[in-house]
């Protein structure tokens, strides 16, 4: 039997998105830089029956799978997108009736020893983030931006069951078991640069 890995990650990297809409391929993969903090909270009961005064059968009930991630600023670009909003001359703008976009999700959680875990949620919504700022004072203090979104169930090729998360594992060097995530999250290759496009 193979040896298990139990290393712990120490980091996070490489957040891609796609606008998928009701489909399964994204128009383009954009990438966010600068991703500080993930969290992926993918929440489960336990359902109980009872009869004769004891637990007769018991079922698992899954909950929503919520995504809070904090970045070092995301461009105004990609709040626009992310948001459904409105931009007219320079001005972007946020207003009751957005309608943001079905989008798929790819990040890469990275170990010490440059080995990687893709993450990848294939169909949720973001929602607008808090605009927050504050005064400089006697030293420089660098801000941050959150935004949360929520991810449902979706077909995936290769699966016989919708799935909202998905995990994949290269050793350094590989990337057999990325460029195979990012296929069936968007139904497009890995970006041929890391900088984002449609790596077409």
Do not use: C, W
Not at 84 to 109: C, H, M, Q, R, W
Not at 158 to 184: P, W
């Amino acid at each position: 039997m193979a040896e298990k890995n139990y290393r712990s990650s120490t980091g996070v990297d490489e957040f891609f998105y796609g606008v998928i809409g009701d489909g399964v391929t994204a128009e383009s993969i954009e990438r966010v830089k600068f991703l500080q903090n993930i969290t992926v909270e993918m929440s489960q009961e336990i359902v109980r029956a009872y009869g004769d005064n004891k637990t007769a059968e018991m079922a698992v009930s899954s909950g929503d799978t919520t995504v809070s991630s904090q970045f070092h600023k995301i461009p105004i670009e990609d709040k626009a997108t992310l948001l459904g909003l409105e931009k007219d001359e320079g001005v972007t703008a946020i207003g009751s009736s957005d309608n943001p976009p079905y989008v798929a999700v790819v990040f890469a959680k990275t170990f010490e020893d440059g080995s990687r875990e893709y993450v990848g949620l294939p169909k949720g919504l973001f929602t607008r983030p808090n605009i927050e700022g504050q005064t400089k004072e006697d030293g420089v203090e660098f801000s941050s931006e959150e935004i949360e979104a929520q991810f449902m169930d979706r077909k995936v090729e290769g699966f016989s069951e919708d799935k909202s998360v998905l995990f994949a594992y290269d050793e350094k060097g590989e990337t057999t078991n990325r460029d195979a995530i990012f296929q069936k999250v968007f139904g497009k290759p890995y970006p041929a640069e890391n900088g984002g496009g449609d790596g077409a």
